[in-house]
């Protein structure tokens, strides 16, 4: 489901930031978002369709590689929330995390710590839970 060649494509974009898949790149990623979109509607115009793709990708990434998450679709049920959505799915009863809700929400809330602070609770959550150690 991911495409390196889209992440390559970022990576040249925003290559001045680091992507180096840790969560203190979610940081940056999110200053560079905040500082370039003012509102969840600027992102979300067809002319910056490819950028915010290769957002979802990466925000998605990190949070696969550091919580154990999966790639994943809902299209069993129209009425499933993320239904035909990219999502990262997790081991246990553990919600998803739709990438594309995160970047949309952090313009909303403008806290500059939406994405890190999001991995970081699910991943306190996780281990209180014995799924990741």
Same mark, same amino acid.
């Given at each position: 489901?991911?495409?390196?060649?889209?992440?390559?494509?970022?990576?040249?974009?925003?290559?001045?930031?680091?992507?180096? $898949?840790?969560?203190?790149?979610?940081?940056? *990623?999110?200053?560079? *978002?905040?500082?370039?979109?003012?509102?969840?509607?600027?992102?979300?115009?067809?002319?910056?369709?490819?950028?915010?793709?290769?957002?979802?990708?990466?925000?998605?990434?990190?949070?696969?590689?550091?919580?154990?998450?999966?790639?994943?679709?809902?299209?069993?049920?129209?009425?499933?929330?993320?239904?035909?959505?990219? *999502?990262?799915?997790?081991?246990?009863?553990?919600?998803?995390?739709?990438?594309?809700?995160?970047?949309?929400?952090?313009?909303?809330?403008?806290?500059?710590?939406?994405? $890190?602070?999001?991995?970081?609770?699910?991943?306190?959550?996780?281990?209180?839970?014995?799924?990741?150690?």
């Amino acid at each position: 489901m991911i495409h390196r060649d889209e992440l390559e494509k970022l990576q040249k974009k925003l290559g001045h930031l680091d992507l180096d $898949y840790t969560p203190e790149s979610l940081l940056r *990623v999110e200053a560079w *978002v905040l500082e370039n979109y003012s509102s969840p509607d600027e992102i979300l115009k067809e002319e910056e369709k490819m950028t915010l793709d290769g957002l979802l990708r990466y925000v998605g990434e990190v949070f696969k590689m550091h919580l154990q998450g999966w790639w994943n679709i809902h299209q069993e049920d129209p009425e499933h929330l993320f239904y035909n959505l990219p *999502v990262i799915s997790f081991p246990g009863n553990i919600p998803d995390t739709s990438p594309l809700l995160f970047i949309t929400a952090s313009l909303d809330r403008k806290s500059g710590n939406f994405f $890190y602070d999001s991995l970081n609770r699910k991943k306190n959550f996780m281990e209180s839970q014995g799924i990741l150690s």
